[in-house]
């Protein structure tokens, strides 16, 4: 098995080979698009969770190490586009491996049996599970789907923690968009976001309330 560090210089190499751009833009289509004709079916995701599909934190790799280098678009040819998908998929391949070697290369039943025995006391045994680990949402996505999945329950956070979905919605977009990017904030002006943090509270209706924040409350 190959040194991680071997594995990841091949493919940042790779990676800055006239025309990649286009095998990336074809990872991204081909393993995050959903195609279906008419009515979508569950047989149409199944592709979605196929062992051979590149997940977002490959993808993202493949990026990080593509804008090291100078972007040729050049278009290759058909049988180099298919050379560079085939070298770039194997590669990607011995790397999870690489990574799985040191969270599961040196478990025996002697380890497993020895109560001190703690897998994930090894940072290096935790990459792989972080890395491989499942998708999450984007902000944008949480912060809209959050006020729908809790609307029915916006009656109970009032009651027991104090503020609705819609305030925590709307304290959730103010802290995102910070002071420096909210509307009429002069750069430079501290006092303008002091002000502003000021008008937040009252438009939210969170003080002079007795509620606690959100920060306070238990739950995600």
């Known amino acids: ?37 008419r009515e979508m079916t569950e047989e149409d995701l199944q592709r979605l969770f196929s062992p051979s599909r590149l ?17 040729d ?34 478990l025996t039943k002697e380890v497993i049996a020895d109560p001190s025995f703690r897998p994930f006391d090894s940072g290096q045994a935790m990459r792989e599970p972080i890395f491989y680990g499942g998708e999450s949402a984007y902000i944008f996505q949480y912060h809209d789907l959050a006020a729908k999945k809790y609307a029915a329950d916006s009656p109970w ?14 304290v959730a977009s103010a802290v995102e968009r910070g002071p420096a990017r909210a509307p009429g ?14 008008d937040d509270a009252s438009r939210f209706h969170l003080h002079g309330r007795g509620r606690r924040s959100p920060r306070g409350s238990s739950g995600g």
Do not use: W
């Open 157 to 170: 956070l009032e009651n027991q923690k104090g503020f609705s979905i819609s305030e925590a919605c709307a």
């Open 55 to 71: 997940i977002r934190t490959e993808i993202t790799t493949l990026m990080g190490l593509m804008v090291k280098a100078e972007i």
């Open 73 to 106: 678009y050049a278009l290759p040819a058909p049988e180099q586009f298919q050379q560079y998908v085939t070298k770039t998929e194997g590669l990607l391949e011995e790397l999870h491996e690489g990574m799985s070697h040191a969270m599961f290369g040196e």
């Open 1 to 37: 098995m190959r040194a991680e560090q071997e594995v990841l210089e091949e493919l940042a190499a790779l990676c800055a080979r006239s025309g990649y751009i286009h095998v990336v833009a074809y990872f991204c289509f081909r393993d995050n698009v959903v195609r279906y004709a």
């Open 185 to 198: 904030r002069r750069d430079g002006a501290p006092e303008d976001a002091a002000s502003e943090r000021v």
